[in-house]
């Protein structure tokens, strides 16, 4: 005979599936909150590749500069957030005319948003591009050829590599590198001499400095948004860095920081064990704190960057009883002889 439970014994069987459900669901929370696949930043991006072509990134910063300052200024992570939601970020896609095409509806009055409105992942493209390019482009000073001091907008950053210093690169973003566990190559290789001068890229403050045993003598450099980490790898043995550098020091854009050298690869510190000398450098972008040092960092191909800075290099100068290099240009800056700050 089956025995119907009374409504008595319902509700406690209910109270009891609503009480285990409730538990299960708090404990899943906390497990998922513990594991960080649950942030109180839900929005922040935890995944981006830099996938503009140089072609791409030359072109848009040509027309951002020539547009400066005009009512149909377009500015370069715009139209390139723009190719790159059009194409699907594959730049094998993209042709100069798609840029062109852009440029010539916003000069003839038609506006960013609506012509992006509806346009998946631009958005996205936005904020990535922002963050790798925000420190790149902008109004700086120069010391013209008549010696006065003048203003101009366009690239202010400068090429790691010292004006009159000969490198050798090729896209090695992402190649396999196997010493201590197999792992991604993440960031740009730039074969040089040892004692090659090393330029701060975008000014910003020092953060750290010393021994590691993949990077060897290594300088990490926070941009002044906070947005962008420059790290500068494998320097000089013995002598890896400029007598003025030091954590906490704020250093311009074209300072000398370090020199080129092949340190790393060992446990112990000041080893050469990098078969080439090379500055190794990398980008890593922060969107909020916890990405600093996680297991998803965002680092980015730096290939297309680098060939841009090409156009932008600091001009040293060697002080023969110091044997250091200075910016020549130092004081334009503001930073006099050496460094900032
Ligand atoms: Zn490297």
């Known amino acids: 005979m089956i025995r119907i439970p009374s409504s008595r014994s319902i509700r406690s069987i209910r109270r009891l599936i609503s009480a285990v459900l409730f538990s299960l669901l708090l404990s899943v929370s906390v497990i998922l909150f513990l594991s960080g696949s649950i942030s109180c930043d839900k929005d922040i991006i935890r995944y981006a590749e830099f996938n503009p072509s140089y072609s791409a990134l030359k072109k848009a910063m040509e027309i951002d500069i020539e547009s400066f300052g005009t009512d149909h200024h377009l500015s370069w992570t715009d139209s390139l957030a723009y190719i790159s939601a059009r194409c699907y970020d594959d730049y094998s896609r993209y042709s100069e005319k798609d840029l062109s095409t852009l440029y010539s509806r916003i000069k003839s009055g038609e506006k960013m948003d609506r012509i992006c409105s ?3 992942n631009f958005n996205y493209y936005h904020e990535v591009y922002s963050a790798v390019l925000g420190g ?15 203003k101009k907008y366009g690239l202010k950053a400068y090429l790691p590599i010292a004006e009159g210093f000969a490198y050798s690169e090729y896209d090695d973003f992402g190649a396999s590198r196997s010493y201590g566990f197999k792992r991604r190559h993440l960031g740009h290789d730039m074969i040089c001499e040892t004692g090659t001068p090393v330029i701060c890229i975008e000014d910003g403050t020092v953060e750290c400095m010393g021994w590691n045993q993949y990077g060897g003598w290594r300088i990490g450099i926070r941009s002044r948004d ?19 550098l030091s954590v906490g020091k704020n250093v311009s854009a074209g300072d000398v920081i370090g020199y080129a050298g092949r340190t ?12 080439t000398p090379h500055l190794h450098w990398g980008l890593e ?3 909020d704190e916890s990405q600093k040092e996680c297991d998803n960092e965002i680092w980015v191909d730096l290939y297309a960057v680098t060939r841009l800075l090409s156009s932008h290099r600091a001009d040293v100068i060697r002080d023969p ?10 004081s334009v800056q503001g930073a006099g002889k050496g460094l900032s700050g």
């Open 285 to 287: 972008l922060i969107f």
């Open 136 to 150: 790149l482009l902008g109004e700086y000073e120069y010391t013209a050829e008549d010696n006065t001091v003048k």
């Open 264 to 275: 790393g690869y060992s446990a112990e510190e000041n080893v050469n064990n990098i078969e």
């Open 321 to 330: 009883e110091t044997k250091e290099f200075y910016h020549a240009d130092a």
């Open 118 to 120: 509806g346009l998946k």
């Open 226 to 244: 906070k947005k962008r980490y420059y790290y500068y790898a494998h320097l000089r043995k013995n002598r890896p860095y400029h007598c003025d």
